[in-house]
């Protein structure tokens, strides 16, 4: 939570990964994680909930969500994370802290999927997806679920809604 620079390079230098639990984090009142600066340095940063320990609510979507905004609240700038770093935090990075084969859609690799119904008021027009998934999608949206073990061939599209994304 509070890593001075030397820490931060010890980090980088071991190869290791860092999960940050934001809600977590907040509940407890512990600070802030310097997730930019890790980011900056290469440092492969997850999204974790904490479990019920501290968090209560296990949602990875909320997770993102306030990942992102806690570090352009603690660096006074909204561009200082993307949308897309955040969604890496919560998918590739992930899956390489728990040493799976797994956190992005290509063939043959595990995928646990969701199918999201964005047909929301509140997400059209749609600009940028990733964007969407992190800063506005919410839980309930989520109406299907596949769970690994299975290999992605390929996608397919759900009639019943006006647009579909498969994660």
């Known amino acids: 939570m509070h890593l001075s620079e030397n820490e931060i390079s010890i980090i980088a230098e071991s190869g290791a ?15 802030v994680a310097p997730v930019v600066e890790m980011i900056k340095r290469n440092i492969p940063v997850a999204l974790g909930t904490d479990r019920v320990a501290s968090n209560d609510l296990l ?6 969500r306030f990942a992102a905004m806690l570090q352009k609240v603690k660096h006074e700038d ?4 993307a949308g897309d770093d955040v969604y890496k935090m919560a998918t590739a990075n992930g899956a390489k802290v728990c040493n799976i084969d797994a956190g ?8 646990d999927l969701i199918i999201i119904d964005l047909n929301k008021a509140h997400l059209v027009p ?5 964007n969407t998934l992190v800063y506005c999608v919410y839980l309930i949206y989520i109406f299907s679920a596949i769970k690994s073990p299975i290999s992605l061939v390929h996608t397919f599209f759900i009639p019943s809604c006006q647009i579909s994304i498969v994660l």
């Open 59 to 64: 949602d990875m979507l909320e997770e993102m």
């Open 104 to 111: 992005v859609i290509e063939e043959g690799k595990l995928a």
């Open 78 to 81: 909204a561009s200082v994370i």
């Open 126 to 130: 749609i600009h940028d997806i990733i």
């Open 17 to 31: 990964t860092v999960v940050h639990c934001p809600k977590s984090n907040m509940k407890l009142g512990s600070g």
